[in-house]
């Protein structure tokens, strides 16, 4: 089954083209069927990026999925065009009356500030409130998945000397977890962040559940069921370019960067990377939405009462 998106949505021909199954919302509307409803909170920069690649893992799997896109009521972009924002996006305000079964909140460009000095903190802590009560099942990425562990169990994000940035090595920490099923004991993730949570901090809370780590990088997906949650302080969800363009960009604004590790071949940036990532990236979204499937209230009315 399809993901359904606005056909005028730069990800619905970007992904029809790689032979994603996409559907418009009039034909999803005719089928007798009720589709997920998964949010996604984009808090980066380059919208359409992120709600492309994130559609890309949650629109293959053989489920029709509703993807609706949130943005925060009090901060307004500057890097996406505003007739963008205006035809796609929805303020959280407009749509917290509303029950969702999966939420997806995405990382942001301020990994240097404490949480209490991001402008929009007040009304993210509001929303991760309002997923115990309207949402099934959240799944923290990146900054916000540390926003999210931060503010449910105070464990706090620390800033690395040198920011962790290229392909590195992780390990299957729980092999029986319905999150990890099909993985392999070993696999490589892509990792960008100047901050890391630690592995001691995470595991003397006894509610999280360390899933995926890494002897470099530190903890990777935690899982935590209490919050009915997931963080992911890594990029699955990156484009075999996106390192890439990360570097590039550094590079042309005069900045000191390491070339990404384990990323170009022969770790030469002069030559295109090649993805060894996107099947753990499938797997791990697709048993999300599985897991969000075999449990989520068929009534959207009885998401966070506990009822199934």
Not at 39 to 64: D, S, V, Y
Not at 175 to 193: E, K, N, Q, W
Request: hydrophobic share 40%; net charge negative; with cysteine.
């Amino acid at each position: 089954m399809p993901i359904t998106l606005p056909e005028s949505l730069p990800a619905f021909d970007v992904l029809q083209t790689e032979g994603v199954m996409v559907m418009g919302e009039g034909r999803a509307a005719r089928q007798d069927i009720r589709p997920l409803r998964i949010g996604l909170l984009n808090l980066m920069p380059k919208k359409i990026q992120t709600e492309t690649q994130f559609a890309r893992l949650i629109g293959a799997t053989p489920l029709q999925i509703g993807l609706h896109l949130i943005r925060i009521s009090s901060h307004e972009t500057k890097h996406t065009a505003a007739e963008h924002m205006e035809e796609f996006y929805h303020p959280w305000d407009e749509v917290k009356d509303q029950k969702f079964d999966g939420l997806i909140i995405t990382g942001a460009p301020i990994e240097h500030l404490p949480f209490e000095a991001v402008t929009y903190w007040d009304e993210l802590r509001q929303i991760m409130e309002w997923t115990q009560t309207n949402v099934h099942s959240t799944f923290g990425v990146c900054w916000g998945g540390m926003a999210m562990m931060y503010h449910f169990h105070g464990v706090n994000k620390h800033m690395l000397p040198a920011k962790a940035f290229g392909c590195f090595r992780h390990r299957n920490l729980a092999p029986a977890s319905p999150y990890l099923r099909g993985f392999s004991d070993d696999l490589l993730m892509p990792v960008s962040r100047w901050t890391e949570m630690r592995q001691d901090e995470v595991e003397a809370v006894p509610a999280l559940i360390p899933l995926i780590g890494s002897d470099d990088t530190g903890p990777a997906l935690v899982a935590d069921p209490e919050h009915r949650a997931l963080y992911m302080f890594n990029h699955f969800e990156y484009d075999s370019n996106t390192l890439k363009e990360e570097y590039d960009r550094d590079v042309d604004a005069g900045k000191s960067i390491n070339v990404p590790v384990n990323y170009y071949p022969h770790d030469d940036p002069a030559e295109m990377p090649t993805n060894r990532w996107r099947s753990h990236a499938h797997l791990l979204y697709g048993n999300w939405i599985n897991e969000i499937y075999q449990s989520t209230p068929f009534d959207l009315d009885a998401i966070g009462s506990g009822a199934t």
